[in-house]
């Protein structure tokens, strides 16, 4: 049975489909199977993963309400070990309280990522922002949890209680397993951000943060323009470094 990976926050915009999409590729390079899956409706991971040219749009979303068979919403991408499947369909609707419901109330998320982990070595769960009702369905199915955090000042009022939401969320699902706080979009030399990453080193346990730092990097934002992750792309970059880095610490976790 492979592992089932999500990547969530309660913040948006703290680089978790930019960590879903590097982790995903890091694994594949490493000869595990992988699927990355996008359950947030805003779809960013289309654009990102590396999916092949003129690839097909749907998702997740037209298997959940019944319009796509599963097998036709795993995608190929550039490297052979990594499978994608989109969010679809939902991410071009205004309104994603249909998709938000079915996934709320029935079990296909839950089976889906079961059958999943069947077939694969990692599934990446990529979540929308918050602990709503999609993330939190991911999270009932998950066997793991990593939670990015932006080094950032607001990191300073706002780690407590992220840190207590995180711990409520793990307390509630027994298989759930905390991999950690990984601290995102460090600039070295801003004063701001080499404080805001001391503090949260002072105050979270040392097991519960990765000591890896992902590095703020043009790169990232560059490969993710050109519809790739900047471990494929630009591979020497010390973002891409540090992501292959903790693939690493956590595909040898995961073999534990
Ligand atoms: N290490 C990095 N260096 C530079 N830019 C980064 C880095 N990580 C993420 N970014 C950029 O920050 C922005 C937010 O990242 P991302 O989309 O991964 O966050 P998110 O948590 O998935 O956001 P959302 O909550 O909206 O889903 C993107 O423009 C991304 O390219
Ligand atoms: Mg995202």
């Not at 489909?17 to 960013?44: E, H, M, W, Y």
């Not at 990529?126 to 991911?138: E, V, Y």
């Not at 995180?166 to 307390?171: A, G, I, L, M, T």
């Amino acid at each position: 049975m492979g592992r089932i990976l999500a990547i969530v926050s309660q913040k948006g915009g703290v680089g978790k489909t930019t960590t879903a999409v590097n982790l995903g590729a890091a694994f594949a390079r490493r000869g595990l199977k992988t699927l990355i899956v996008d359950v947030d409706p805003q779809g960013s991971v289309r654009y990102g993963s590396g999916l092949k040219k003129g690839h097909k749009t749907y998702g997740f979303a037209d298997y959940l309400n019944g319009t796509r068979p599963l097998r036709d919403v795993i995608l190929p991408t550039s490297l052979p070990w990594l499978r994608v499947m989109l969010v679809g369909s939902v991410s071009e609707d205004a309104d994603h309280t249909d998709y938000t419901n079915a996934i709320g109330e029935g079990d296909l998320l839950s089976k889906m990522l079961a059958t999943a982990a069947e077939r694969c070595d990692i599934v990446v769960v990529d979540t929308p922002p918050g602990l709503g009702a999609i993330t939190r369905s991911a999270l009932a199915s998950s066997d793991r949890v990593l939670v990015p955090l932006q080094a950032e000042p607001l990191v300073l009022q706002t780690t407590p209680q992220i840190f207590r939401a995180n711990q409520d969320v793990v307390s509630k699902h027994k298989k759930l397993t905390f991999d950690g706080i990984l601290l995102t979009m460090y600039e070295a030399g801003n004063t701001a951000c080499e404080r805001t990453v001391k503090y949260v080193r002072a105050n979270v346990p040392a097991n519960l943060v990765f000591d890896i730092t992902i590095p703020r990097s043009s790169a990232v934002s560059d490969a993710f323009a050109a519809g790739q992750p900047v471990v494929v792309r630009t591979p020497g970059d010390p973002a891409a470094q540090a992501y292959v880095n903790l693939a690493t610490r956590l595909a040898e976790r995961f073999a534990e």
